[in-house]
């Protein structure tokens, strides 16, 4: 059974180009979550989806910053023009329904991105 | 609250003696928390979880301490082995809130 799985893992983008960075969430899950991590500090949450909806961006950026989670295909965390701030370890994590056992959110292996 | 700081705290321990790592949460409403261990690299990985209406859970070699009076959770591990070496942050929620808080993160270290 896959666990949740991201691409790319490295990425490396100049400062004002497009970052896409994708996850696919473990088989069965319907909720996805993006979080971002900064060298020696814990996770940030950034924003909540299920399919075709967003149900919590409080921690998303206000520009420049998108997530999206379609009826087909992986969940996409799109960052324009980014700026040398942006570098940091992107953490999709994936869900059941939560609450109906848990609230366990299993997450993938991360994307590193650098802006240069 | 929302974790800070530039340097993770270290906890160095010798293999095979037992490990505790400590870590405050800050919402007085949260009633569901994760500790999880994550290796350079890697995602984080689910450890062991635990309700608010508890204050002991055990697990394989794992056991998690919640003092809701104090807003504090702790994490022991026995019989501490070089593979525990990583860093391990505590993380909350809320029923029907489904973001995880995370806390600072620990890095432990164990010496052979």
């Known amino acids: 059974n896959a666990g949740v799985m991201q691409n790319p893992r490295h990425l490396v983008r100049r400062r004002g180009q497009e970052a896409r960075l994708r996850c696919s969430p473990m088989k069965g899950h319907s909720h996805v979550y993006w979080y971002r991590q900064l060298p020696e500090e814990g996770l940030k949450f950034m924003v909540y989806?299920?399919?075709?909806?967003?149900?919590?961006e409080s921690g998303m950026p206000k520009e420049r910053f998108s997530a999206e989670f379609p009826k087909e295909g992986p969940s996409i965390l799109r960052i324009q023009q980014v700026v040398r701030g942006d570098s940091a370890a992107y953490f999709c994590?994936?869900?059941?329904?939560?609450?109906?056992?848990?609230?366990?959110?299993?997450f993938g292996p991360g994307t590193r991105l650098t802006v240069t | 609250g929302e974790n800070v700081g530039l340097h993770l705290p270290t906890l160095s321990v010798q293999e095979g003696d037992n490990s505790i790592i400590n870590c405050a949460y800050s919402n007085s409403a949260s009633d569901y928390f994760i500790w999880y261990k994550q290796e350079s690299g890697k995602g984080p990985q689910f450890i062991i979880d635990i309700r608010s209406n508890m204050d002991k859970r055990q697990g394989q070699r794992v056991t998690v301490l919640l003092n809701k009076t104090v807003k504090h959770l702790s994490l022991q591990i026995a019989a501490t082995q070089p593979g525990d070496s990583a860093v391990y942050f505590c993380a909350e929620t809320s029923r029907g809130y489904n973001k995880l808080i995370f806390g600072a993160g620990t890095r432990l270290a164990v010496h052979p």
């Open positions: 994590a994936s869900s059941p329904v939560p609450g109906q056992d848990t609230y366990e959110q299993y």
């Open positions: 989806l299920q399919k075709e909806n967003i149900i919590d």
